[in-house]
């Protein structure tokens, strides 16, 4: 009863300083006839770092790691803070801290990133070898997707400047990611070249990239490259009801799901492509488990597949590649016990087996990891990432869909023959360079994707649960 009282304590003090801080920034506002306050009142910011602290001292997955002597007002905001506590994340097994994800970010910012909002060209980059930077991929309804431009093309000059190798990379990120506007110059896979005017625009992010069926030696397979879990969720079941349609009625025996740059999102988007996976004989049996900390048990939970749609498959292929992430790992570990679930890619899945929940604290939501989850053979913990069946190379030289891209054209080779391409049958990035070309992407050529599963479920019950 004692740490009960303490918490109840701890946590209406916490909601007595957030209350405050609200009042007091609110007051700031600018209002007829007095002069606008540009700095906020002494105090609040530490206020809202000692929230920040308090929050993850209860939701923190690893919160009994956390020092008491931890203090949060000598951080610039709650993002430092949040990057500084993922230091106390000790796994058995692990040398290291494994926690790479708490962060925070402001409401606003949060707002537009889970309903896929951005404002940018829509398209990323990756060095194929040194001084071959390709279009990775390509966002449907960006600006660079209305200019026709495509996954696979090659930049060979940015405003004029044809310098494009791994030393100007400061320059290609200011090109590609910051300018509100830039003129590329491409060279298309027949050879031709194309100057490109880009200017920088809002839009909606489409995550489904692509989705077709492929015919040989008498079978029919689906291919379905999906980019995000997070986004508009209504259309994004509207097209999996479309796709998974279409692959039961043109009778598909095996599905490959395109995840290699797919950062993760909402758990409950994996949920429904799960379901519309699983075999018929998964129905109703174990997905998934949550484990939160002892503090918050309660929010412990089992999640179970609800079969969706008629197709029904024993195996499906998933490529993948160290930007593979959370929810797309949760998925893949979710149907692991239920059908013969292969991976094809140039790496390892990127590794986490957490998530988080968003928390507002004043203008900022926190993302403190919070829980873990397990499949019903209780396999989880893969901080290393999920091991592959076939390393092949990243084919950034095709475009989706192309049947010779490297990761597609060894799936469709052991669909139709029972073995994967060799290496070199098929052309790709060499899956002994792609290390080299990941450390470019991930220091240089910035992974602006997300990474992480998130469960705004949790945030209504933990705040019952607290009065707050």
Same mark, same amino acid.
């Given at each position: 009863?004692?740490?009960?009282?303490?918490?109840?304590?701890?946590?209406?003090?916490?909601?007595?300083?957030?209350?405050?801080?609200?009042?007091?920034?609110?007051?700031?506002?600018?209002?007829?006839?007095?002069?606008?306050?540009?700095?906020? %009142?002494?105090?609040?910011?530490?206020?809202?770092?000692?929230?920040?602290?308090?929050?993850?001292?209860?939701?923190?997955?690893?919160?009994?790691?956390? %020092?008491?002597?931890? !203090?949060?007002?000598?951080?610039?905001?709650?993002?430092?803070?949040?990057?500084?506590?993922?230091?106390?994340?000790?796994?058995?097994?692990?040398?290291?801290?494994?926690?790479?994800?708490?962060?925070?970010?402001?409401?606003?910012?949060?707002?537009?990133?889970?309903?896929?909002?951005?404002?940018?060209?829509?398209?990323?980059?990756?060095?194929?070898?040194?001084?071959?930077?390709?279009?990775?991929?390509?966002?449907?309804?960006?600006?660079?997707?209305?200019?026709?431009?495509?996954?696979?093309?090659?930049?060979?000059?940015?405003?004029?400047?044809?310098?494009?190798?791994?030393?100007?990379?400061?320059?290609?990120?200011?090109?590609?990611?910051?300018?509100?506007?830039?003129?590329?110059?491409?060279?298309?896979?027949?050879?031709?070249?194309?100057?490109?005017?880009?200017?920088?625009?809002?839009?909606?992010?489409?995550?489904?990239?692509?989705?077709?069926?492929?015919?040989?030696?008498?079978?029919?397979?689906?291919?379905?490259?999906?980019?995000?879990?997070?986004?508009?969720?209504?259309?994004?079941?509207?097209?999996?009801?479309?796709?998974?349609? *279409?692959?039961?009625?043109?009778?598909?025996?095996?599905?490959?799901?395109?995840? *290699?740059?797919?950062?993760?999102?909402?758990?409950?988007?994996?949920?429904?492509?799960?379901?519309?996976?699983?075999?018929?004989?998964?129905?109703?049996?174990?997905?998934?488990?949550?484990?939160?900390?002892? !503090?918050?048990?309660?929010?412990?939970?089992?999640?179970?597949?609800?079969?969706?749609?008629?197709? !029904?498959?024993?195996?499906?292929?998933?490529?993948?590649?160290? !930007?593979?992430?959370?929810?797309?790992?949760?998925?893949?570990?979710?149907?692991?016990?239920?059908?013969?679930?292969?991976?094809?890619?140039?790496?390892?899945?990127?590794?986490?087996?957490?998530?988080?929940?968003?928390?507002?604290?004043?203008?900022?939501?926190?993302?403190?990891?919070?829980?873990?989850?397990?499949?019903?053979?209780?396999?989880?913990?893969?901080?290393?990432?999920?091991?592959?069946?076939?390393?092949?190379?990243?084919?950034?030289?095709?475009?989706?869909?192309? *049947?010779?891209?490297?990761?597609?054209?060894?799936?469709?080779?052991?669909?139709?023959?029972?073995?994967?391409?060799?290496?070199?049958?098929?052309?790709?990035?060499?899956?002994?360079?792609?290390?080299?070309?990941?450390?470019?992407?991930?220091?240089?050529?910035?992974? *602006?994707?997300?990474?992480?599963?998130?469960?705004?479920?949790?945030?209504?019950?933990?705040?019952?649960?607290?009065?707050?």
């Amino acid at each position: 009863m004692m740490i009960k009282k303490m918490m109840i304590t701890k946590k209406s003090t916490l909601a007595f300083s957030l209350l405050a801080s609200v009042l007091i920034l609110t007051s700031c506002k600018k209002e007829k006839g007095v002069e606008n306050i540009t700095d906020p %009142p002494a105090g609040i910011e530490d206020k809202m770092k000692d929230s920040v602290l308090l929050y993850s001292q209860d939701v923190y997955l690893w919160n009994t790691q956390i %020092p008491s002597g931890f !203090n949060p007002e000598t951080y610039a905001d709650p993002d430092k803070i949040m990057t500084a506590i993922r230091a106390y994340s000790q796994e058995p097994g692990f040398s290291q801290p494994v926690d790479r994800w708490s962060f925070a970010v402001k409401q606003t910012e949060w707002d537009d990133i889970s309903a896929g909002v951005t404002q940018d060209f829509g398209l990323s980059v990756f060095f194929y070898a040194d001084g071959d930077l390709r279009v990775k991929s390509v966002e449907r309804q960006s600006p660079a997707a209305k200019a026709g431009i495509r996954r696979g093309w090659r930049i060979t000059k940015l405003n004029g400047n044809a310098n494009i190798t791994n030393g100007n990379t400061d320059f290609i990120v200011q090109q590609v990611f910051s300018n509100s506007s830039t003129l590329f110059t491409f060279q298309k896979p027949d050879g031709s070249t194309a100057d490109i005017q880009l200017n920088a625009a809002t839009y909606q992010e489409n995550p489904i990239f692509l989705d077709t069926v492929y015919s040989g030696a008498g079978k029919k397979t689906g291919y379905l490259v999906f980019n995000s879990f997070l986004g508009d969720t209504a259309r994004i079941y509207n097209e999996f009801q479309r796709i998974f349609n *279409r692959f039961s009625q043109e009778a598909v025996t095996d599905v490959i799901v395109d995840l *290699r740059y797919n950062g993760g999102g909402y758990v409950t988007v994996q949920s429904k492509l799960a379901n519309y996976l699983v075999p018929a004989a998964g129905n109703g049996n174990l997905m998934m488990k949550q484990e939160f900390n002892n !503090n918050n048990k309660q929010f412990n939970s089992n999640t179970n597949f609800n079969k969706v749609g008629s197709l !029904n498959i024993s195996r499906v292929f998933f490529i993948v590649s160290n !930007n593979t992430a959370s929810a797309s790992e949760l998925l893949i570990n979710n149907l692991k016990p239920y059908m013969d679930v292969k991976l094809v890619g140039p790496s390892n899945t990127y590794g986490k087996p957490v998530g988080y929940f968003p928390i507002p604290v004043s203008d900022w939501y926190i993302f403190p990891v919070s829980f873990r989850t397990t499949n019903k053979n209780g396999e989880g913990n893969y901080y290393n990432g999920i091991p592959l069946d076939k390393q092949v190379g990243d084919g950034l030289n095709k475009d989706w869909g192309d *049947r010779d891209e490297a990761a597609l054209a060894s799936i469709l080779k052991y669909i139709n023959s029972g073995s994967f391409s060799v290496a070199g049958e098929v052309p790709g990035i060499a899956a002994r360079t792609y290390k080299n070309a990941e450390v470019i992407e991930s220091n240089t050529i910035l992974n *602006r994707s997300f990474k992480g599963s998130i469960d705004p479920s949790v945030m209504p019950r933990y705040e019952a649960s607290q009065g707050l």
